[in-house]
């Protein structure tokens, strides 16, 4: 039974960094594209960030590339995504989502194209001075 857990969120300042965490159980990462996202009251759910199968290619929305990064621990089953130089506007709830089956063995961060079945229940990151 495929089950993913976010963790890792709270309160950061700008300047400040936060890590979070996506803990998969029931499926090896190498069989999964697992995708970060993130929704703000009164938003839309947006792609932050993905991870493909074979840990390549990876994503990121243009919002956060070059402060965002994210890598996986085989060891663990675990993806994590790295928030630096956070801002005010990174603020949201943030969800990992697993797809099986991704496109041509790529991940994507299009809820319409992709296929994201599998959900972890959320991690508040909340960004202020």
């Known amino acids: 039974q495929l089950q993913l857990a976010e963790s890792g969120g709270g309160l950061v300042q700008p300047g400040g960094s936060l890590r979070l965490a996506c803990a998969v159980s029931?499926?090896?990462?190498?069989?999964?594209?697992i995708g970060w996202f993130r929704q703000a009251p009164g938003q839309e759910r947006e792609g932050v960030a993905c991870?493909?199968?074979?840990?390549?290619?990876?994503d990121f929305a243009d919002s956060v590339k070059g402060r965002f990064t994210l890598f996986r621990d085989s060891a663990k089953n675990t993806v994590y995504l790295q928030i630096d130089s956070p801002k005010p506007e990174d603020t949201g709830v943030y969800y990992c989502?697993?797809?099986?089956?991704?496109?041509?063995?790529?991940?994507?961060?299009?809820?319409?194209?992709?296929?994201?079945?599998?959900w972890g229940q959320g991690t508040q990151v909340t960004v202020s001075s």
């Open positions: 989502a697993a797809d099986l089956q991704p496109y041509l063995g790529i991940c994507t961060l299009d809820l319409e194209n992709g296929r994201y079945p599998y």
């Open positions: 029931g499926l090896t990462l190498n069989r999964l594209a």
């Open positions: 991870i493909s199968p074979r840990a390549y290619p990876i």
